[in-house]
């Protein structure tokens, strides 16, 4: 899973959490536009930046209070979890769909001694 440069797991700014969540955004955004394939990858990348920052938080980080609610992070990464999810099923649907229609020369019996 690949992870946007402007995120590191050991610290996360402000801007870098703000830049997961629009990416969780635009990825919504070209999910609506039927560019499932790109919709995904800005998912993976996104959502693992974003659970890397909840995971980093530290109990007394959550007890002392921070410019996030961990609480609405953890509901949003839920969320494009679950659209994130629907698209692969999605894919691997219409994927299967692709290889399983029979091209037109498949279906032909081939006679070697003619008509």
Do not use: C
């Not at 899973?1 to 590191?8: D, E, F, G, L, N």
């Not at 769909?97 to 008509?115: A, F, L, T, V």
């Amino acid at each position: 899973m690949s992870r946007p440069a402007s995120v590191s797991p050991k610290h996360h700014s402000t801007s870098s959490i703000d830049d997961a969540l629009a990416g969780l955004d635009r990825a919504e955004q070209l999910k609506e536009q039927g560019r499932y394939e790109q919709a995904m990858e800005l998912y993976e990348a996104n959502i693992g930046a974003l659970i890397a920052h909840l995971r980093s938080i530290s109990e007394t980080d959550r007890s002392n209070g921070s410019n996030f609610d961990t609480t609405v992070l953890a509901d949003r990464v839920r969320v494009a979890l679950s659209d994130a999810e629907a698209i692969k099923h999605h894919l691997s649907d219409t994927n299967g769909r692709m290889e399983s229609k029979p091209r037109g020369d498949q279906n032909q019996i081939i006679n070697p001694g003619g008509p």
